[in-house]
């Protein structure tokens, strides 16, 4: 059984940080590229930040130079370190992996809450 399991949301201050994680089980977590995206109220899903296979990264322009995705494949993690928090950074937070071989296998986390506000 597939799982992804997000955490480290929460309330934080403009200016602050948080490092989101997505602990995933139930695959070959290395053929995984992974993603986090974003869903604030109202407004429809977009992606924050992608990671491939090898580590190559891509970023949302909103979030670039404040934002950092990594993996381990090790631990089967993803990150997302979040800095510089803004308002408007306020939404759910999922976790998304795509298999890069078979391409229409796809999953996705529950979500956690980051709230930004003063």
């Known amino acids: 059984q597939v799982q992804l399991v997000e955490s480290g949301g929460g309330l934080v201050q403009p200016g602050g940080s948080l490092r989101l994680s997505c602990a995933a089980s139930g695959i070959n977590f290395s053929i995984y590229a992974m993603g986090w995206h974003r869903q604030a109220p109202g407004k429809q899903r977009e992606l924050v930040a992608q990671i491939t296979r090898g580590g190559t990264t891509n970023y949302a322009d909103s979030v670039k130079g404040r934002f950092a995705i990594s993996r381990d494949n090790a631990k089967n993690t993803m990150y997302l370190q979040m800095n510089s928090l803004k308002f408007e950074d306020t939404a759910v937070y999922y976790c998304?992996?795509?298999?890069?071989?078979?391409?229409?296998?796809?999953?996705w986390g529950r979500g956690t809450q980051v709230t930004v506000s003063s």
């Open positions: 998304n992996v795509q298999n890069t071989i078979v391409t229409t296998i796809s999953y």
